[in-house]
């Protein structure tokens, strides 16, 4: 049975720090692309971050480089975002993702993050 369990949100002042976590379960998790996604009211999903399955690789979307840092723990089944200097802009709900091939692409079920300004 394969979950995905997002944490860690909440709601942070303009400026403070969340870190989000995704504990995976059910799949093979060091074989996996993983990628953290948000969604805010009335806007479509975007990708926040993305990590190979080894952690040689990432990648940002330009709204969050050098504010937010995606990392990874094989051994624990868990991929994190830390977040730092957050913007109200940054409000939506996040979204975890495991992403191996079409056939083998799972989602969490997502955590809010909310930031007051």
């Known amino acids: 049975h394969v979950q995905l369990v997002e944490s860690g949100g909440g709601l942070v002042p303009f400026g403070g720090s969340l870190r989000l976590s995704c504990a995976a379960s059910g799949f093979t998790f060091s074989r996996y692309t993983m990628s953290w996604y948000r969604q805010a009211p009335g806007k479509e999903r975007e990708l926040v971050a993305r990590i190979t399955s080894d952690a040689g690789s990432t990648n940002y979307a330009d709204s969050v480089k050098g504010r937010f840092t995606i990392s990874r723990d094989n051994a624990k089944n868990t991929v994190y975002l830390q977040m730092n200097s957050l913007k109200p802009e940054d409000t939506a709900v996040y979204y975890c993702?495991?992403?191996?091939?079409?056939?083998?692409?799972?989602w969490g079920q997502g955590t809010q993050v909310t930031v007051s300004s």
């Open positions: 993702r495991a992403f191996a091939t079409l056939l083998y692409d799972y």
